[in-house]
T-cell receptor
């Protein structure tokens, strides 16, 4: 119940295209869903996050779509650029206290071809 | 965003020795810090959670006597890998949370540990 399933494992997109990464969860107590971007040899960096009271959140070229009934959420990267080539992790957290443990997905390696 | 640093960024040690990794929150007070381990091409695995001034809470399967965590202040946490073995070679990442309502964790750049 603590797992967050992420797909695809790897993704190749042409420059300017849309990258879509999907995650699914089982634990309905999760109430915070962030996405992280990680470059090789670096720590993950928060891209965007959503709470279950909204169905979509957009920040620049990055959009999270959230489907509470299906227990799924996805990251859309519009106008993908070679600089977006990285590994992306979805995660989920729950609990009233902040800084609660994050459960990470397995990661998606994105390659954007020029 | 808030900044977390780690030192060293890369360390090589001999089997049987101990190595300490520092994690510092530079511009915020981290009431909670987390330590993760990441193997190549894998996800982050939470090792332990620590609150300032309290003993760390270790995840199932993580040896608390091998991975000593100290969170002595609101800006510093340390992870000591004791009696390191080659299988401990990994990428160790810390993160900090300020204890506000944002749920956000701010990650450090990671420390690459190689045990020979």
């Amino acid at each position: 119940q603590q797992q967050v399933k992420q797909s695809p494992q790897s993704l190749i997109v042409q420059k300017g295209g849309i990258s879509i990464i999907n995650c699914a969860y089982e634990n309905t107590a999760f109430d915070y869903f962030p996405w992280y971007q990680q470059f090789p040899g670096k720590g993950p960096a928060l891209l965007i996050a959503i709470r279950p009271d909204v169905s979509e959140k957009k920040e620049g070229r990055f959009t999270i779509s959230f489907n509470k009934s299906a227990k799924q959420f996805s990251l859309h990267i519009m106008d993908s650029q070679p600089g977006d080539s990285a590994t992306y992790f979805c995660a989920a957290s729950y609990g009233r206290s902040s800084g609660d443990k994050l459960t990470f997905g397995t990661g998606t390696r994105l390659a954007v071809r020029p | 965003g808030a900044v977390v640093s780690q030192h060293p960024s890369w360390v090589i040690c001999k089997s049987g020795t101990s190595v300490k990794i520092e994690c510092r929150s530079l511009d915020f007070q981290a009431t909670t810090m987390f330590w993760y381990r990441q193997f190549p091409k894998q996800s982050l695995m939470l090792m332990a959670t620590s609150n300032e001034g309290s003993k760390a809470t270790y995840e199932q399967g993580v040896e608390k006597d091998k991975f000593l965590i100290n969170h002595a202040s609101l800006t510093l946490s340390t992870l000591t890998v004791t009696s390191a073995h080659p299988e401990d070679s990994s990428f160790y990442i810390c993160s900090g949370s300020s204890g506000d309502l944002s749920y956000e964790q701010y990650f450090g750049p990671g420390t690459r540990l190689t045990v020979t």
